[in-house]
């Protein structure tokens, strides 16, 4: 298995456009994170998704912040509009659920710049 | 919110040297998971202690865990400079959604 893939690796983008960060959790999880890093936060989880659908979402730092899992092996994490504050590595991760004992698997993550 | 914070947040040994890094955590949990960060690379995942369990070996880490105290450490032995890193404590709270929390960190610098 290629593991947890994401894309872009990296995003450089303007304040004012919306990026969307693209995640393929491991075939046969059903369960996937989105998390953000920065220096100053840390390893923030904005959004977690149980067989696809949303169970937490509390960590999503606002409205312009949305996530998608429209199938098991695809999820989307788009932000409109970007700004400079977004600037980040965003980590998509994915495990098996149901099993609370596995460990997470994370991608490469994306790191976002915003100018 | 993180639910675990961890210290030291820096540490700085030598070769050969044995690093403890601590995590502390706020709310009941499943199990408590360590992973380690290489710079600019995703979390990879170590070992895990389940809340009834009190130690655990593999290889050379050694992990403890203190639910009465809701405290966990992580021992290196005869750390190696391949281990310069991040180490992440990370806890599967005690509620029906198993979301995994990640602490602040502590970055290791193995000096050969």
């Known amino acids: 298995d290629a593991g947890v893939i994401q894309s872009p690796r990296h995003e450089v983008t303007e304040m004012g456009q919306e990026v969307t960060l693209r995640c393929k959790p491991i075939?046969?999880?059903?369960?996937l994170f989105w998390y953000r890093q920065t220096m100053m936060r840390g390893l923030e989880l904005l959004i977690y998704?149980?067989?696809?659908?949303?169970?937490?979402d509390s960590g999503m730092p606002e409205d312009r912040f949305s996530a998608k899992m429209p199938n098991a092996s695809f999820s989307t994490l788009k932000i409109q509009p970007s700004e400079p504050r977004d600037s980040a590595v965003y980590f998509c991760?994915?495990?098996?659920?149901?099993?609370?004992?596995?460990?997470?698997?994370f991608g490469q993550g994306t790191r976002l710049t915003v100018v | 919110s993180q639910q675990g914070e961890e210290d030291p947040q820096a540490l700085s040994i030598q070769e050969g040297e044995n690093a403890t890094m601590n995590c502390s955590y706020k709310?009941?949990?499943?199990?408590l998971q360590w992973y380690r960060q290489n710079s600019g690379r995703g979390l990879v995942h170590l070992i895990l202690?389940?809340?009834?369990?009190r130690e655990k070996h593999s290889g050379r880490l050694r992990v403890t865990l203190d639910t009465s105290k809701k405290s966990s450490s992580l021992l290196i032995t005869a750390s190696r400079a391949a281990d310069t890193a991040s180490y992440f404590c990370?806890?599967?709270?005690?509620?029906?959604?198993?979301?995994?929390?990640f602490g602040s960190g502590t970055r290791l610098l193995v000096r050969p």
């Open positions: 991760a994915s495990r098996r659920v149901g099993d609370r004992g596995t460990e997470a698997f």
């Open positions: 075939s046969g999880h059903n369960s």
């Open positions: 998704f149980n067989n696809n659908v949303p169970i937490d």
């Open positions: 709310t009941s949990i499943n199990n």
């Open positions: 202690i389940r809340s009834n369990e």
């Open positions: 990370a806890t599967v709270v005690m509620d029906s959604s198993y979301k995994l929390i």
